[in-house]
């Protein structure tokens, strides 16, 4: 099929999927252009004219970037991410920019200031945060695959709750120049499909050292993985914190079977610990909030999108004025415990206190992985996707939906969701973590575990 | 420790942040959940304590420090209506012409 025709099918599939409030902005003009780029070139490229969608905080020129926020409104980037780039070299076609929590700030895809994201599987449910637009748009076959990011957990927790594959590679593997900054030193362009060998093939092509961003990996692209035939050799450690005794029955069961799959692949597996695991989401709201504060200073209604004038007329109104109402509740409030935490009083109480905890989180880690383990498996989620609304009213219980994503994140490894079975139909997720760096054998493995685990039957 | 309203709007202030009369005590309540909550950290024995952790290799690479051509679609004075020595001009602010 010609890319034209795919853009006409992709157009058609994007229309039809408005209910699920997963998109932003496209349109099939943008797609058609796409298509005929596609066509025009000399080779296919690795990925062939694949229709991929980015999260609305990736900049391209073609298109609107809004974060989901009122703050952005009408502002379009005067440059093109690298990631978007290196997909386009390789056939890619950019098909739309989906919707998520404002900022990126959320695990619901209820924060985003257009209007909440419905989980495909069960719209009165939702899809996960903050990369809801794109896990839905993936999980409900508009597209095979899609770009999100993730700061604390934010692909692999929407992964998880949708039913498809959601990869957070090593910290510095994918550029983030054109990534709008949340919290600099956690944030990842991640990835989602509805395979482990499409997010392979997506990744492969956007990772590499990127002279426009200097916390990018000063190492050779990851090759696309290879699936490995069994797991004879290899240790997976299932690590004690992260199975509590009160976790869903449907989560247990799911996780136990891709347990029992993984030993029949002639895989050993043991148990571990990571003891500071449990402290990782308070230091994620810590850590990260602090790190939004500073990045999100530069919307002062100035620079970028609506302004407001104040009552006093003065610049600082103005800031003032433009921030209050520009931002929605859940940025505000993070910015609000962000520059508390650094405040001066409070800085080595707070701020310290959660980087040196997280030192101790990632040594869990490191310690591990020394002592001979492969690979850990834990569930992504304590629970499947919650119902609409359900924890708008307290942001603490919000919080706890990623309590078994934020460790990885602040220890900036690899890591992926993969659907391993559905609990009452609703999807349940396994999180496959390896060493630093150990991309390409993450994704190997867990293509043998995908192969192994049929992730649309109903666990028992 | 508890944050009340004043603590609130000294911390919006800083961060140049309106807060509406209408809206102060419930920040001030979710504040208080949220500061709360991650003062669990105080529970980490002090003698375990380790120096901060940087994500990714040791050795960050950093590139060289030397001005290259900024690769926008479009140059810089075709993004706003005056751009003059490298500065995009912008409207007089009425309180900053007093000063």
Not at chain 2, 72 to 83: N, T, V, Y
């Amino acid at each position: 099929m010609s890319a034209a025709a795919a853009a006409k099918e992709v157009g058609g599939r994007l229309a039809a999927a408005e209910p699920l409030n997963a998109t932003l902005h496209w349109s099939q003009a943008l797609l058609d252009a796409e298509a005929a780029r596609v066509d025009a070139a000399p080779a296919a490229g690795a990925l062939g004219g694949m229709p991929v969608a980015l999260k609305d905080n990736i900049v391209t020129v073609e298109q609107p970037t809004t974060c989901g926020s009122r703050i952005l409104e009408g502002y379009t980037s005067p440059f093109t991410a690298t990631a978007v780039g290196r997909l386009r070299e390789a056939g890619a076609m950019i098909a739309a920019k989906t919707n998520m929590d404002e900022f990126a700030m959320g695990s619901s895809t209820e924060h985003s200031a257009f209007g909440r994201v419905r989980n495909p599987i069960d719209p009165e449910r939702v899809p996960g945060g903050s990369s809801g637009g794109s896990a839905a748009l993936v999980a409900a076959g508009v597209v095979p695959a899609a770009l999100g990011s993730e700061t604390g957990g934010s692909v692999r927790q929407p992964a998880s709750f949708c039913g498809v594959v959601g990869m957070k590679p090593s910290y510095g593997r994918v550029s983030r120049y054109g990534l709008v900054a949340f919290g600099s030193s956690l944030d990842c362009i991640s990835v989602f499909s509805r395979t482990v060998a499409d997010a392979g093939r997506v990744l492969s092509v956007m990772t590499g050292h990127d002279p426009l961003d200097a916390t990018t990996l000063d190492r050779p692209p990851m090759p696309v993985p290879t699936p490995l035939a069994d797991l004879r050799g290899l240790r997976v450690g299932l690590p004690r914190e992260y199975y509590p005794a009160d976790l869903h029955p449907g989560v247990g069961a799911a996780l136990q079977r891709t347990r029992a799959a993984i030993v029949e692949l002639g895989g050993e597996v043991c148990e571990v610990s990571l003891p500071h695991s449990p402290y990782a989401v308070p230091t994620y709201y810590i850590v990260a909030p602090a790190e939004a504060a500073a990045n999100l200073a530069r919307y002062d209604g100035v620079r970028y999108g609506p302004r407001k004038v104040g009552p006093e007329g003065d610049i600082r109104a103005l800031y003032q004025a433009t921030r209050g109402e520009g931002f929605g509740a859940e940025v505000r409030r993070r910015i609000l415990v962000g520059t508390y935490v650094l405040s001066a009083g409070y800085y080595d109480a707070y701020y310290r206190k959660a980087q040196r905890v997280r030192a101790l989180i990632a040594e869990d880690f490191r310690q591990v992985f020394a002592s001979g383990v492969d690979f850990l498996l834990t569930p992504t989620t304590p629970t499947p996707a919650f119902r609409a609304g359900e924890k708008t009213g307290d942001p603490v219980a919000m919080y706890l939906a990623d309590i078994f994503v934020c460790a990885v994140s602040l220890a900036g490894l690899p890591a992926v969701s993969l659907p391993v079975g559905r609990s009452e139909g609703l999807p349940v997720g396994a999180q496959l973590i390896a060493p630093f760096f150990e991309d390409e054998r993450l994704l190997a493995a867990a293509a043998a575990i995908e192969r192994a685990v049929p992730a649309g039957a109903e666990v028992r | 420790m508890s944050i009340g309203r004043d603590e609130v709007l000294h911390v919006a202030r800083l961060a140049e942040l309106a807060v509406r009369e209408g809206e102060l005590d419930r920040l001030v309540d979710q504040m208080n959940r949220i500061v709360d909550y991650v003062a669990q950290l105080d529970r980490v024995p002090a003698d375990r304590m380790t120096a901060p952790f940087l994500p990714g290799p040791a050795s960050a690479a950093l590139r060289e420090d030397v001005p290259g051509p900024v690769p926008l679609a479009r140059p810089p004075a075709e993004l706003a209506p005056e751009f003059a020595e490298g500065f995009f001009l912008v409207p007089r602010h009425g309180a900053m012409e007093e000063s």
